[in-house]
């Protein structure tokens, strides 16, 4: 059957109303996510994941290609702070300005154990402070798996695909 065909198929009240309050809250776990790195909140961000998470950055044809290589690859929540506390503090790269936005959202299943498996396409928009053009940093995809912890979304994983065949300047923030 086609993702078409699930998506136009009738469903009762409660399970509608259901798939509509969860991708709501992933829509909104999403925005806060983006607005964290967009506005430099790091270690904020990494408060949006579970402590055995998974973050990796990769390019497409890499992907495709079942490859592990990635321009950010974080084992553990440990990692992921490692990674924001030296952006924010030891790093030295030009001053910018990012703005994340997130569409597409599919809601690709709800497993038994609860994890929530989504993709959402994404498009990251750079400006240098010393530079008056607004520059497309990457496209992609986000694929990620959700769990809740105490009641809250939490990433267990994301990996981000972009399209791009190049990266312009340096990848410095988290996508």
Known sequence: MSALHDA?????DNMLSERLALRLEIDSFNVAY???LDEGRLLDWVEF?????FYKVTAKENEDAGLPVGLIYCE???MLHDRAFAIKETAMYAPRYLRHMVSNL???SVEPDGSIKASAAYL???TLFDRPEVTIHQ???YQDRFVREDGVLKLQS???VYDNLLVPNALVYPV
């Open 8 to 12: 136009a198929r009738p469903m009762g």
């Open 106 to 108: 599919d809601i690709e």
């Open 158 to 160: 994301r990996v981000c």
């Open 76 to 78: 553990g929540k440990g």
């Open 49 to 53: 994941f579970t402590a055995d998470a």
């Open 139 to 141: 496209t992609g995809v």
């Open 124 to 126: 990251l928009l750079q």
């Open 34 to 36: 983006c607005k964290a």
